[in-house]
Each structure stands twice: as structure tokens, then as C-alpha cells.
């Protein structure tokens, strides 16, 4: 019965560590820990599987050649594990485990030899405990120092690393180190110590903490697998417990009431695995997730909690702080940030952070970057072990992975960098639609422990639950700061607009003042000319008016002395006094002439001939004071020159003040000349230049540059008000022409003026 | 004694118009129509009254004016001019001149003038 038990711990052991390496295997066959691990779990299993049938051997030579096969297996044992351990701790060791494999292919050759296992014997209740040889304890004596070696390298491992690695090697050493003693209580009845091994049974032990370590420190990277595993594992010990109970039952205690023989007990045995293998199966399940899986229990709520929260949230600032609070309460962790995608879509920046010391340096992250390329196409929380790890099996920098068909790329090592300047243990990306909107940032556990597969996995589902809420909030803030945006622009637009206002009254009084002062210097320039235009009136005038008053006066002298003379003697003064009355007329009708022409009105069609010639008369009153008689003035003035369109009476003023200047220019000598040429512009058909020349005494260039100044005059104190010339440059820039100035002293001055041709006219003459 | 008159002015008319009054007035007459003509004929003999219009085409009354009381102070001097300018007056005022008309002026009150400065 004794033999019985101890064979199904054996099977036991064989079924786990045979699942466990089987799976690592196929899942980890990439990295070479995984490889090394299921190496040594396949020894394990071999030792196992042959233990089992070697305990269940009913005959002599069977069970010697079944424990032979069995330390097949465990000779295996010790170099396997020792290269998993230095694989796993990533110590070179390659002379040393050649030497381990070699010396394990030494006792392999002789197992089957006498040398090793000389024969089997009834030893306790065992019926063929196999009698060891001498190269048996050599081998052990090898087993014992490899097991202790690899003990004691993990032991100091434990005090270099921190974090997951820490975590991981406390497993391994103390399932290791578990299931060796629980193996070594199988050496006792070799030596004849009467001690069956009856914790043979905790070898299995390191392949539960093992799976631990997988599923709670990510050991192996598998998670999922290991559940199944171990229901798988605990089903199988079910059914074979189930097997052996039914068959001890039939044989040891049934069988002394009624005969059932072997096919009976086989048929309680199928009753009970029928009966027992679902709640079982339940039970195993949820002793898997209490224990292994716990936390996704406590997660369930969490992210109830978290969704109904955050469905409630309107600010994205309120909802990144809460996200961030829940996450680092709930899951006591250092520090957490949400990154968050920026409005242009081109780079993700932190939101809100929590637990970072105040001098915390991060820049944005672009959406060019391995780290959101990664997390946009791989679709998966990401933590920095698991960075390694790919860093590590991809030296390529490409990962490939089952059912894809193309490997991509990504730079895990700008990845590392990135996740430790966001002081980043893992991130988890949340996704709207297929889009990447925001990354958790999460920091060290408080613990130390690190993420596991189960906290990733519901972390990212707590993502994917805010992503929603945070996209709400992000278009609730947007549309708040819209709105703000709006109203910033609105008080500026009203803020302009009253500067507006305030510059556009300003300028009015600005306008009002330049009118005023415009109207003031027309009247300067209209006194000056009326000035002018009264001393040589008076000249004109009073001459012949001196005469008539004269003759008068004679007349009437004459008169007393003869009142009876007769008019034949006087009609002399009566001619005389006829002729100056003449003169006056004809003064006056001048005058008159040219005042009613300058009250016609504004901007008229003129012909320019007649403009110049009408000022002449003017010019010579003007003129009158100065003595310049005998001044030619010549005109070049083609009869089929266009209309100008103009201001008569300030045009006149125009050709009034050249005139002026240019018979004061021709004062001091005896050759006077003025010639007024016009002609139509050769660049610009709609204007008209007219060149004002006179071979006077010239001027200096400085004098050529001030001459349109407002009262800048070369002529003598009283003389010259210096408004002339500017008044002229005003006249004809408000007919949209303009005026310049071309001289050089003592060789005369050109004045050269520009006019608008008449518009209806010039259209006239294009058609 | 018969005084001598010298009238200046560019205006033919108004020359003839003077002479012919005061020839008839017996007294004897110059006259010139031109600044040169006029410093021509006091260089020649001495007026007792010179009558001088401000305007005249080769030069200023006024200079005409200024040879005349540089020849002799004591000649009497009448100006005329048909544009009133204060300045002008000021100025000839300053050279001596006797009595300042503005034209059109009165035979009457020039005969008036011209008795009280010769008498």
C-alpha cells in the first residue's frame, strides 16, 4: 500500500514538471533560461516518470531497469540546473557547466552498469529498493555539491538585484531548494536509513512556486498557460488519486466483503473521477485565481469604482488627477503620470503627474517615437522588464511574434530611455477607436514587487475604460477653452475697437487740424497773391487815374480864369482823360475776367494753353513792381495736347508762382527767357508733363532740395513768404500729379510738373 | 526868382500833365522818366523841388531820392508812388524826403505842397 502512495507522488511529480517544461518550452523556446528550465523539468519528469513505474513494478528485473532509467533522469538533474541557474542569474560559467555535462555524460554511460546500481532488494515495505554501487555515491556526492553550488550562487544574487529579478530568485531558490529536499528524503532507505521518502511529494513544490513565480513575478513570461498547468496538474493528480483510492479500496477493504476484482475497482474509480473531476476543476480554478490571481479579484472592483468615477469627471485636468490618485492608491505605487495626446496631434505630453520630486525633467513625446509606436501597434501594456527582455532577444531590434506575419521594429533601447525619464515601471496604453489618445505612467510598486501579467492586463483594461472619459473631457475642456478663447478674442476685438474708435477721433482732429492748416496757408498764399496782385492795381490803376484827376483839375483851373472858354480849347485834356479812362477799363476787365473763370469750380477739363496763356495777364500785374519788361516767353504747347483735368484757379496760382520765380530768377540780367514745353508722358498716357523753363540764375542743389519747404525762400526778408513753391507741390499732388525741381547755378531752373489728363477725354482717344 | 521843378516819373502822361501846370504856373520845369535820366539832370543844375514817383523801371525812387539830398539838402523833395508801402514811406522819410503823395493825388493839393516848400 506503502509502495502505492509514494508511486503516485511520483506520477505526480512527472506530470507537473513534464507540463511545466513542456509548456515554458513552446512558449519561452526563444530565450535560453526557458530552454535550460525545461531541460531540467524534463530530467525531473524522466526521474519522475521512471520512479513511478519503478515503484509500480510488480517484478524484480522491470523495477531494477525502471530506477536504472530513473537516475537516467537524475544524473540529468544537477548540470541542468545548474546551467538554468546560470542562465537565469546570466552568469558566465561555460568551463564550469561544460565540465557539470561532461561528468553527467560520464554517470550516464555507466547507469546501466553494476558499477552504479548493483541490484534491487525488498527494503521497509518497499519490495525493490535498488542497492547502490560505488559510482552511486560519486554521483551523489556531484548532485549534492551542484545543488548546494546553485543554491548559493541564487543566495547571492538575492542581495545584488532588486525589483523582479529579487523577486523571481527568491522563488526559484526556495522552490528549488523545497523540492531537492523533498527529493533527497528518496537517499535515506539507499543507505539504509529506514526512512521512506515521504517528502517526495515537495519536489512538486517547485514547480507550484515556480509557476508562482511565472504568474505572479512574470518567471518565464507566461501567464495564462500556468492556470491551465496547474488545473491541468491537479486534475491528473485527481484522476490517478482518484485511481489508486478506488483501487486501495476495492483491494484492501471491499475485497474482504465482496469480490470485486481489478475491473471493479476501475469502475468506482471512473465513478469517482465522473463524480469529482468538476468541482474539482472549479475548486482548482478558483484556488488558482485566489491565489495566484488575486489581485484580479481586488481589480474587479477597482475598476468599477474607477469607471463610475471617471464617467462622472468633466475636466480632463479633474479626471487625470483622479485617474492618477486611484492609480496610485489602489495600487500603492511611487509615482504615476498621464501623458496625454496633444491637440495637434503630434506629440503626447504629461497631463498630470503624482509623486515625482520637484525636479523631474521629462520632455514630450513625440508620435514619431519607438515607445508610442510600440504601444500603438502592439496594442499592450509595456513594462520596462519586459523591455529588456526584447532588447535582449531581439538584437535586431525587431520582434517577431506568433501569428504575425511581419516582424516590426521598434528601438527598445530609446524605449528604456524614455520609460526612465518618465520614471516609468510600466505604461499602459488606452486607446479610442484604434487610436492611441493617452498613456498611464506607472512608477515602482511601493511593495517592490513588480507588474505582473495580471496587473498589466487589468490596468490596461482600466485604460481603455478612461479612454472614453478622458476623450469626453478632453473635448469638454476643449470646448471650454474655445469658449474662453472667444471670449479673449471678443474683449480684444472690443478692446480694439474702441482703440479704434478713439484713434479714428483722434485722426479727425488730426484731419480737422491739417484742413485748418491747409485753409490757413490758401489764405496766406491768396493774401500774398492779392497782395501783389493790389500793388500792381494800384500801379495800373492809379497812373491813369492820376492823369484823369489831373485833367480835371486843370480843366476847372482853366475854367475860372475863362469861363467862357470853349471845349475845342480843352478837348485836348478831354482825349487825354478818354484815353485813361481806356486804360482802367481795360485794367478792371482783366481782373474781372479772371476772377469769374476761377469761380467756375473744381476739376474741370482745361486746356492747358489756355491756362498758361490766362495766367500770363495775372503774371505781368504780379510782375508789375519788378521791372522785368523785355522777358520772352515761349510756348511749345502741341494745339492736339489732351484736356488736363484741373483746379483752374489753382493751377493758375501753379504757373503764377513759376512765373514769379522765374522772372526774379532772370532779375539780374539782361538775356530773359522762359519757354513752357508740354508733352504727353511717354510712360503713362493718362499724364501730361509740362517742363517750365527759364535761363535764369540757377540754384545750388541744397536750395533745389529745400525749395518746396513750407517757408524756405531765398528771396529778401519781406519779400518772400517761402509758401510759393509749396503751395505749388500741395496744388499738384491734390491733382494727383507732382512737381520737381532740376537746376544747377547760373545755367537756369526746370520745373517739371505732371497733370492728369482729362479721364473721358483719354478714354475717348483709346477707343 | 523862378523856381525850378524836376519831375520824375515812368509815366509819360502824368510828366507832361505836371510840366504843363507848372510851366503855367511860371515855373521852370525838368523832367525825366527814368532813375538815370533823373541823377542825369540834378547832376546838370539843381531843382529847388524834385518830385520823384517810387517806381521806376531802371532803379528805386528812393535812390533817386538819396543822390538828390547828397547834392544838396536843401532841395525839397515830394514822393509819390501808386502802391502804399509803410516801409517805403519809412525810408524816404529817412532820406529827407519833404512830402509823401500817394497817387491818384490832387493838382491842387501838390500845387499847395509845392508853393509852401519853394515860397
Partial sequence: ?767 | MVKRLLIVDDEEGIVEEIADFFKDEGFEVQSAHTGEEAIQSLRTQLPHLIMIDLKLPDMSGLLVLKVAKELNPRIKAIVNTGYVDQNMVEQAEHLGCDVFLHKPFDLMKLKEEVDRLVA
Avoid at chain 1, 12 to 32: C, D, E, H, Y
Avoid at chain 1, 67 to 95: C, D, H, N, W, Y
Avoid at chain 1, 374 to 397: F, G, H, M, T
Avoid at chain 1, 481 to 498: D, G, H, P, T, V
Wanted: net charge positive; hydrophobic share 45%; glycine share 6%.
Fill in chain 1, 1 to 767: 500500500m506503502g509502495e502505492a502512495i509514494f508511486s503516485y507522488t511520483g506520477l505526480i511529480n512527472a506530470v507537473t514538471s513534464f507540463a511545466l517544461g513542456a509548456f515554458v518550452l513552446f512558449t519561452q523556446w526563444r530565450f535560453k533560461t526557458a530552454r535550460l528550465f525545461s531541460v531540467f523539468s524534463f530530467a525531473v519528469g524522466y526521474w519522475a516518470s521512471f520512479y513511478y513505474l519503478w515503484l509500480s513494478a510488480r517484478d524484480g528485473a522491470f523495477a531494477l531497469h525502471y530506477i536504472r532509467q530513473a537516475m537516467l533522469g537524475a544524473i540529468l538533474i544537477p548540470a541542468a540546473f545548474t546551467s538554468f541557474v546560470f542562465a537565469f542569474l546570466e552568469k558566465k560559467g561555460f568551463a564550469f557547466n561544460l565540465i557539470n555535462w561532461l561528468l553527467a555524460a560520464l554517470f550516464l554511460s555507466f547507469s546501466f552498469s553494476p558499477l552504479f546500481i548493483t541490484e534491487v532488494e525488498p527494503r521497509m515495505y518497499f519490495h525493490f529498493w535498488p542497492v547502490p554501487g560505488p559510482l552511486f555515491h560519486v554521483m551523489l556526492a556531484y548532485f549534492v555539491v551542484n545543488v548546494i553550488a546553485a543554491h548559493t550562487f541564487l543566495w547571492k544574487a538575492l542581495g545584488r538585484v532588486r525589483g523582479i529579478k529579487q523577486r523571481q530568485i527568491q522563488y526559484v531558490f526556495l522552490g528549488t531548494l523545497l523540492g531537492f529536499i523533498g527529493g533527497s528524503t528518496n537517499y535515506f532507505l539507499w543507505y539504509n536509513l529506514p526512512i521512506p521518502p515521504y517528502l517526495n511529494i515537495l519536489v512538486s513544490l517547485y514547480i507550484i512556486t515556480v509557476a508562482y513565480a511565472i504568474a505572479r513575478y512574470k518567471l518565464m513570461n507566461i501567464e495564462i498557460v500556468i492556470r491551465r498547468t496547474l488545473v491541468f496538474a491537479g486534475l491528473m493528480a485527481f484522476v490517478f488519486a482518484a485511481f489508486a483510492a478506488a483501487t486501495f479500496i476495492a483491494r484492501e477493504i471491499l475485497s474482504r466483503y465482496l469480490k470485486l476484482g481489478a475491473y471493479g475497482s476501475y469502475a468506482i474509480s471512473i465513478f469517482l473521477v465522473v463524480l469529482g473531476y468538476d468541482p474539482i476543476r472549479n475548486l482548482l480554478l478558483n484556488l488558482t485565481d485566489r491565489y495566484l490571481f488575486q489581485k484580479k479579484y481586488d481589480y474587479q472592483k477597482v475598476l468599477k469604482d474607477a469607471s463610475r468615477g471617471m464617467a462622472r469627471i468633466e475636466s480632463l485636468a479633474h479626471l487625470t488627477r483622479l485617474v492618477i490618485h486611484f492609480v496610485t492608491m489602489r495600487i500603492r505605487i511611487k509615482n504615476a503620470a498621464a501623458v496625454i495626446l496633444d491637440d495637434n496631434y503630434q506629440c503626447f505630453k504629461v497631463a498630470f503627474a503624482r509623486g515625482y520630486g520637484g525636479e523631474w525633467n521629462y520632455s514630450v513625446i513625440p508620435v514619431e517615437h519607438s515607445l508610442i509606436q510600440y504601444l500603438s501597434r502592439e496594442k499592450e501594456a509595456l513594462d520596462l522588464e519586459k523591455v529588456k527582455e526584447l532588447q535582449i532577444s531581439s538584437p535586431l531590434r525587431g520582434i517577431r511574434r506568433k501569428g504575425e506575419s511581419q516582424g516590426r521594429d521598434y528601438d527598445f533601447h530609446a524605449i528604456e530611455e524614455k520609460m526612465n525619464e518618465l520614471q516609468a515601471a510600466c505604461v499602459v496604453p488606452s486607446f479610442l477607436g484604434k487610436e492611441l489618445r493617452s498613456i498611464l505612467v506607472l512608477g515602482e510598486k511601493k511593495s517592490g514587487d513588480v507588474y505582473s501579467e495580471a496587473d498589466l492586463s487589468v490596468l490596461f483594461t482600466l485604460a481603455q475604460e478612461s479612454a472614453i472619459a478622458i476623450e469626453n473631457a478632453r473635448l469638454y475642456d476643449e470646448a471650454l477653452n474655445k469658449s474662453r478663447e472667444l471670449e479673449k478674442i471678443n474683449q480684444q476685438l472690443e478692446e480694439a475697437s474702441r482703440r479704434l474708435i478713439l484713434a479714428l477721433n483722434d485722426a479727425e482732429d488730426a484731419n480737422k487740424r491739417l484742413l485748418d492748416t491747409q485753409a490757413q496757408l490758401i489764405h496766406e498764399q491768396k493774401m500774398a497773391t492779392l497782395g501783389r496782385l493790389a500793388a500792381s492795381v494800384g500801379h495800373e490803376v492809379n497812373n491813369p487815374l492820376t492823369i484823369l484827376s489831373m485833367n480835371v483839375s486843370r480843366m476847372i483851373l482853366k475854367y475860372r480864369k475863362d469861363p467862357n472858354i470853349r471845349v475845342a480849347d480843352v478837348s485836348e485834356y478831354f482825349e487825354k482823360m478818354e484815353s485813361n479812362i481806356q486804360r482802367i477799363k481795360a485794367v478792371v476787365n482783366t481782373l474781372t475776367g479772371l476772377l469769374k473763370k476761377s469761380e467756375k469750380g473744381k476739376f474741370e477739363a482745361l486746356s492747358l494753353k489756355l491756362v498758361i496763356e490766362e495766367t500770363l495777364p495775372l503774371v505781368q500785374f504780379q510782375t508789375y513792381l519788378d521791372n522785368l519788361t523785355g522777358t520772352e516767353v515761349e510756348f511749345d504747347i502741341p494745339a492736339n495736347l489732351p484736356l488736363i483735368k484741373g483746379d483752374l484757379e489753382r493751377l493758375q496760382e501753379v504757373f503764377l508762382n513759376l512765373f514769379t520765380n522765374a522772372y526774379h530768377a532772370l532779375a539780374t540780367q539782361k538775356d530773359r527767357n522762359i519757354r513752357v514745353s508740354a508733352r504727353v508722358d511717354e510712360g503713362n498716357s493718362k499724364q501730361i508733363i509740362v517742363d517750365f523753363k527759364d535761363n535764369g540764375c540757377g540754384m545750388d542743389e541744397e536750395t533745389a532740395n529745400r525749395i518746396f519747404h513750407y517757408g524756405y525762400t531765398t528771396k529778401a526778408e519781406g519779400k518772400g513768404s517761402g509758401i510759393g513753391l509749396y503751395m505749388c507741390r500741395y496744388i499738384l499732388e491734390i491733382h494727383g500729379g507732382e512737381i520737381k525741381v532740376k537746376s544747377k547755378k547760373g545755367e537756369g531752373t526746370t520745373f517739371s510738373l505732371t497733370l492728369p489728363v482729362y479721364e473721358e477725354q483719354a478714354a475717348r482717344v483709346a477707343r
